[in-house]
């Protein structure tokens, strides 16, 4: 006589396994957009202090019309007399946010912002789409 699962315990099996997925996928859904969300704070916080230290350096933050290529190269030798020779990134590129896109800098009467515009790469939106500020971060 051969051994082999029957029909009922082969269906318990599959009950089971289902229940399992039902209740540990829900949990890993989501996961990666809010991984993606931490990050883009992590990089505007760097930003921040790349900028902070320009500021420290040059006694003002950079223009919005200079942005944060500033931190990477000398807008205005005239202008900053003590920018140091590597800038103030360290890198000779701007990092992107998770979703490819640029970050928008905004300096508002020496009010700075940083914005990422979410996987839509535009403004406004809901979910994975929506804007992030740098203030928002910084709650």
Known sequence: MKKAF???ELMIVIVILGLLAALVVPNLIGQGERAKEKLVCVQMKSLKDALDSFKIEEGNYPTTEEGLKALIKN?????????PKGGFLGSDKLPK????GDYIYVNNNGKIDIISLGADRKEG???????????E???
């Open 97 to 100: 946010d998770p979703w490819g």
């Open 137 to 139: 971060c910084q709650k």
């Open 75 to 83: 807008p205005n030798p005239q202008k900053y007399k003590n920018y």
């Open 125 to 135: 939106g809901e979910g994975e789409n929506k804007d992030i500020r740098l203030s």
């Open 6 to 8: 029957t029909l009922l």
